[in-house]
C-alpha cells in the first residue's frame, strides 16, 4: 500500500510547515527555520544574503533550507511568507499580536490569556494543514477494519482511550493499549485487514513506534498521528496524519497538543460514522438507552 504523504506547504501555512519539519533539519538548515519562525513577517523583506547574514549561515544553506522545506528557492519562500504576513505567529480577536510562552513576570490573566490562545490556534493550524486525502484513506481503513488497536503513552494515551471510547459506542471492535508489553502482543495478533494507530506528539515514543511496527510486521494497517511528519513514528506508517500544536515553557505534553490530537481523532470518528450511518444511529440510540438510567430524573426528561 502505498504511504500517503503530506501536501506542499503552498497549501498550508509555511510558518506550521517550517515548525513541524524543524527536528528533521540539518543544524545548520535549523539556524535559518529558527530565525524565520522568530519573525515571518520581517523575514519576508529580507533579501537571500540579509537572511543568511541574520542566521549566520552562507546563502547556499539558505537555499538548501529552502528545498528542503519543499520550496524551489528562496523566492518562493518569501512570496509565500509574505502572502501570510500577520498570520503566522497569530493575532488575538482585538488583532493584538500574543508570544504564547509563559514569561516569569506574567499574571494570571495573562496566563488564561495565552493558554485559551494557544489551544484555540492548535485547532484551527492543525484542521487547516490536515491532509484531507490522508485522512479519507484512513477513514475507509476503519470503516472496513474489523479491528483497530490504537497506541499512546502519556498524555497521548488519554487521546487513544478517548478513540477507542468513541469506536466502542458506534458498534466498531476498538482497543487502547497504554502499557508497552499489552500493546506489543496485541499487535503481534494482528492481521490484514486489521488498523493499528500509534499516537505521538513528537514521533519518537519507543514505545508506541515498536507497537506500530510489530502491527505492521503482521499486516496490519499503519497510521501515525504525530506533530511532526519526518518524525521516526512517521517512518514507521503506513499513513501518516499530523497535528501543529506547539509546546513551550511549562507546556510540554500541555492541553494544545491533546486538543490538536482529539481535533483528527474526532474527524476520524465522524468520517466513520457518516460511511456507516445507519448502524451508527441504531448503537447511539441503543448506547444511550442503556445508560439513561445513570442520570438524575432531570437530566432523563431533558434528554427526552
Not at 496524519?241 to 486538543?259: D, N, P, Q
Amino acid at each position: 500500500m502505498a504511504r500517503t504523504r503530506k501536501p506542499a506547504p503552498a497549501t498550508t501555512g509555511t510558518a506550521v510547515h517550517i515548525r513541524a519539519l524543524l527536528p528533521s533539519l540539518q543544524p545548520s538548515m535549523r539556524q535559518v527555520a529558527e530565525r524565520v519562525l522568530a519573525d515571518t513577517t520581517a523575514t519576508a523583506g529580507l533579501t537571500v544574503t540579509e537572511l543568511a547574514l541574520a542566521s549566520g549561515v552562507s546563502e547556499a544553506t539558505v537555499v538548501r533550507f529552502c528545498k528542503a522545506i519543499g520550496f524551489a528557492g528562496y523566492p518562493q519562500l518569501r512570496l509565500a511568507l509574505a502572502a501570510e504576513a500577520g498570520r503566522a505567529e497569530g493575532a488575538d480577536r482585538n488583532g493584538r499580536e500574543v508570544d504564547t510562552d509563559i514569561q516569569r513576570g506574567d499574571d494570571l490573566a495573562r496566563v488564561v490569556e495565552k493558554i485559551a490562545f494557544a489551544d484555540a490556534r492548535a485547532v484551527e493550524e492543525t484542521g487547516a494543514q490536515l491532509d484531507i486525502v490522508a485522512l479519507g484513506r484512513v477513514v475507509e481503513a476503519l470503516v472496513r477494519a474489523e479491528r483497530v488497536d490504537l497506541y499512546g503513552v502519556g498524555a497521548s494515551a488519554f487521546v487513544a482511550l478517548d478513540f477507542q471510547q468513541k469506536l466502542h459506542r458506534i458498534g466498531r471492535v476498538a482497543f487502547a493499549w497504554p502499557d508497552t508489553h499489552v500493546a506489543l502482543t496485541s499487535a503481534a495478533l494482528l492481521r490484514p485487514g486489521d488498523v493499528a494507530i500509534g499516537i505521538s506528539h513528537t514521533g519518537t515514543t519507543t514505545d508506541t513506534i515498536d507497537a506500530l511496527t510489530e502491527a505492521r510486521a503482521h499486516g496490519a494497517t499503519t497510521v501515525a498521528l504525530t506533530n511532526f511528519p519526518r518524525s521516526p513514528i512517521a517512518r514507521a506508517a503506513e499513513h501518516v496524519l499530523t497535528t501543529a500544536a506547539r509546546e513551550t515553557t511549562f507546556r510540554s505534553g500541555a492541553t494544545a497538543s491533546r486538543l490538536a490530537q482529539l481535533t483528527v481523532v474526532d474527524c476520524l470518528f465522524v468520517g466513520v460514522a457518516q460511511r456507516t450511518y445507519d448502524q451508527t444511529l441504531a448503537a447511539l440510540d441503543a448506547t444511550r438507552t442503556a445508560v439513561s438510567s445513570r442520570h438524575t430524573s432531570s437530566m432523563r426528561n431533558r434528554a427526552r
